[in-house]
């Protein structure tokens, strides 16, 4: 596995490049496999949902996450237009490269989430987005170009929790449940700073209870290999233990005894972004860059199977499904007519998939040929 070890410089590609971009660091980490330095010189593609009601920072959060304004020309709407608001999904997409190693990243919003007065339906954009973008990767998949396909499928799911009640609500219950089999659910208790440490503890434990008296399943953090150095098996621990992530963002810079912090400015002090004691913001970051491949490969393992084997079992049952017909006396006999129609576009059907097999060897054995030339 490749463990990218700092956050990224960002190169928007919908919108004008900023020159004020620091650099950082993507650090190769022991190979998993064989094939894995070619992944790396292909590249990586990974994409994060951030989920939650409205003024909970997510887009601060982001922006904080990744040193950049994603969302320069967003409005936000009043009161009275958010109780009639729809959800609609925001993707913005930025690319990355460092020593040779790319990341096309992208972050899709949630914008409308919770905030009508019926939130009966709140989810049903966001599990429809999720199912195309499987039925996306699938019809690609499936095509005779396999080899330049873009993956857009949700690798990780921020669900931001308030911190304002005593545990979960039963919208965060209800769509938490609607989607742990079709996407890494990453709990994040938002705007942290306006709770004390043993509040925060408190909800954490809450939290966690309530996710496992539901049956929810969250991404579990995978256990570090026997051979792992000791600091990565700590750094692995304390990631476990700081679930749900308490975190705060902010892309102001203040001057905090000589030096300039990422925080937010209060009457009583300052809260720091990225200092371990005032919040999880570095972990989160940290989880989310060291275990990016493990999120990838959750996503095409387990949820993006789990779709292709029900959504293959259904074209079966769908082609194989006997079509009845009722007769003069009520029963459910095929007709002659009908029976033939079915049997022959099954074997139109069985004819294509042959033809496209063949046509795949071919292009095989030509790309075989001009790499062997090469």
């Known amino acids: 596995m490749y463990r990218l070890t700092t956050i990224f410089a960002i190169k928007s590609t919908d919108r004008p490049e900023r020159d004020t971009t620091p650099a950082r660091t993507l650090s190769p980490e022991k190979k998993k496999s064989e094939g894995a330095p070619q992944s790396v010189k ?31 020309e967003r409005v936000v709407p009043d009161a009275i237009e958010k109780q ?16 040779g190693v790319k990341l096309r990243l992208t972050v899709v919003d949630t914008p409308g989430f919770g905030d009508a007065i019926d ?10 987005y999720i199912d195309e973008q499987y039925e996306r990767f699938l019809r690609d998949e499936s095509g ?6 873009v993956d857009n499928r ?51 434990c809450r939290i966690l209870q309530e996710i496992e008296d539901n049956g929810i399943k969250i991404y579990p953090l995978p256990d570090c290999d026997s051979d792992e150095d000791e600091d990565y098996k700590e750094q692995v621990r304390q990631l476990k233990e700081a679930v749900p992530f308490a975190v705060c963002g902010s892309t102001t810079l203040l001057e905090v ?23 999880d913001f570095i972990k989160l970051r940290t989880m989310l860059i060291t275990h990016m491949q493990d999120l ?23 082609n194989t499904n006997p079509i009845s017909s009722k007769d003069d006396g009520g029963g459910g006999a095929m007709n002659g007519a009908t029976e033939a129609a079915f049997t022959e576009k099954d074997r ?27």
């Open 42 to 72: 292909k590249g990586f593609e990974f994409t994060l949902m951030v989920v939650g009601e409205s003024g909970l920072g997510k887009s601060t959060l982001v922006n904080s996450l990744f040193l950049s304004d994603l969302y320069p």
């Open 84 to 99: 009639h608001q729809t959800v609609k999904l925001d993707a913005s997409t930025v690319e990355i490269e460092e020593r």
């Open 119 to 128: 939130n009966s339906d709140s989810f049903s954009a966001i599990l429809e």
């Open 144 to 149: 005779l170009n396999r080899r330049n396909i």
């Open 154 to 204: 949700i690798h990780c799911c921020f669900y931001f929790i308030s911190p304002f009640g005593h545990g979960l609500k039963p919208l965060d219950i209800e769509f938490m449940k609607k989607l742990h089999c079709k996407v890494n659910i990453v709990p994040v208790i938002a705007k942290a700073d306006v709770l004390t440490k043993k509040e925060i503890q408190r909800l954490k």
């Open 257 to 279: 005894k000589g030096r300039k912090v990422r925080g937010r400015l209060y009457p009583w002090g300052v809260v720091e972004v990225e200092n371990p004691e005032h919040c």
């Open 296 to 318: 990838q490969e959750v996503t095409q393992e387990v949820h993006y199977e789990n779709y292709r084997s029900e959504r293959l079992a259904k074209s079966v049952r769908k």
């Open 348 to 374: 139109i059907l069985r004819e294509k998939e042959e033809e496209i097999r063949r046509m795949q060897e071919k292009l095989a054995q030509m790309q075989a040929k001009i790499q062997a030339q090469k």
